[in-house]
């Protein structure tokens, strides 16, 4: 675990995205609420929550931070076809929370995965990146391209 006693307490931010691609029947039952395991999209908002809090615990030698913000949105998108999620997480720290707004991304499209596997096997977990960062001695930085397109099939 590397050494932050000597850093000095900054406000951190971080920002990532990921998306799970599925077939349009997939989108047309999570939207029209026809999926066996209940509300997808709701209950991977509260796994990456869950993940975000507990990321020293999944990532090796991650330090454990008090988180003071997670925000989580996980919403349709329909030109994927398939859903987006994104994830702001912050914190006042000696080091920062990229790796907690990853992890919240990466929970969170495995359990929508998990609660539409039933339906669409086929689904592809991806594009899962840090958008933005702030704070601490490398000051901000964001992304400058967005991720490659990759086509799925209709169905």
Sequence with gaps: MVDVGAKPVTERDAVAEGTLRMQRSTLRALEAGRTPKGDALVVARIAAIQAAKRTSDLIPLCHPLPLSRIDVEVAIDPLL?????????????????????????????????DMLKAVDRGMTIGDVRLLEKRGGRSGHWKATAPPAEVTTPDE
């Design 81 to 113: 076809p398939g859903i987006r999620v994104n994830a702001r997480v912050s914190v006042s720290a000696r080091t920062g929370v990229e790796m907690e707004a990853l992890t919240a991304v990466s929970v969170a499209l495995l359990t929508a995965y």
